[in-house]
């Protein structure tokens, strides 16, 4: 299907804010003009919500997540930023394996099985984008993934 996707992600924050725990505030930074992607939104929305309700999850004092998107080239780029308990940087790559978790002792108490990246990666993939994490320990952490933007009307493969 073909989405707008800044609306879309609005919708997707609405319904997140109105599930709104504690002093967590989600912020957006979102292009006023439609963009149009081709995309399942099921299974776009299991991506989105796993990546924001990790950054939720691992921001345990609160502060700000941001949401933003973008055109870049011939992609759209989306990127979650939170001011969380951020990841070691030799474990930032790992995120994306199946049943990785930091630090298995703290999250065993947070919750999860360490598939929620797994399938997000899959899912990015099989929309033709990529996904990947920037991560600075006890900083936060910004989880980046672009799709492909929609081909204009009636131009050749
Ligand atoms: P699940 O999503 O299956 O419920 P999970 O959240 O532990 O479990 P993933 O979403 O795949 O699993 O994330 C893998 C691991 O990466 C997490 O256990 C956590 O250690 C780390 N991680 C993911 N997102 C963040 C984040 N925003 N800040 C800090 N650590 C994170
Ligand atoms: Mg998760």
Do not use: C
């Amino acid at each position: 299907r073909e989405i707008n996707l800044p609306q879309y992600l609005n919708d997707i924050i609405d319904r997140h804010e109105m599930l709104e725990k504690e002093n967590i505030v989600l912020k957006r930074v979102l292009p006023e003009t439609p963009i149009l992607v081709q995309m399942d939104t099921d299974k776009m929305t299991q991506v989105l919500d796993n990546i924001i309700s990790n950054a939720m999850k691992y921001s345990p004092e609160g502060g700000n997540i941001t949401l933003s998107a973008g055109k870049v080239g011939r992609k759209v780029k989306v990127s979650i930023q939170d001011e969380g308990v951020g990841i070691p940087k030799n474990n930032v790559s790992k995120i994306f394996d199946r049943f990785f978790r930091v630090d298995k002792a703290r999250s065993r108490d947070i919750g999860g099985t360490g598939l929620g990246l797994a399938i997000a990666k899959e899912i990015v993939l099989a929309h033709g984008g990529e996904i990947w994490a920037e991560s600075e320990w006890g900083e936060g952490t910004t989880i980046h993934f672009t799709l492909p933007l929609q081909k204009a009307r009636g131009a050749s493969v």
